[in-house]
Nanobody, 111 residues
Framework: QVQLVESGGGLVQPGGSLRLSCAASRSSFNIYAMGWYRQAPGKQRELVAVVTTSTINYADSVKGRFTISGGNSKNTVYLQMNRLKPEDTAVYYC??????WGQGTQVTVSS
């Protein structure tokens, strides 16, 4: 069993920044995709950014504002979020291989 622990969420004003961190309890298994997803109230969970064995993918809505680092063979992944907008408000989840999920961390962007 793999446990993922997220941290770094919170309340920030529009235009501000936050950095999310995720650590997996195990590193000795095959990680082919590690990244961040989010779910806003009344909406489905969506991909934010993911590191795979061959590429890094971002949702169009966060390109140029968010940067993902870590992942793959490492057991930690980070998400630097800049120029945050109210529509970025959601619970952010760390995920590995779309199989293991963290508990989620709330990000609220509001003035």
């Amino acid at each position: 069993q793999v446990q993922l622990v997220e941290s770094g969420g919170g309340l920030v004003q529009p235009g501000g920044s936050l950095r999310l961190s995720c650590a997996a309890s195990r590193s000795s298994f095959n990680i082919y995709a590690m990244g961040w997803y989010r779910q806003a109230p009344g909406k489905q969970r969506e991909l934010v950014a993911v590191v795979t064995t061959s590429t890094i993918n971002y949702a169009d809505s966060v390109k140029g504002r968010f940067t993902i680092s870590g992942g793959n063979s490492k057991n930690t992944v980070y998400l630097q979020m800049n120029r945050l907008k109210p529509e970025d408000t959601a619970v952010y989840y760390c995920g590995i291989n779309s199989q293991y999920w963290g508990q989620g961390t709330q990000v609220t962007v509001s003035s």
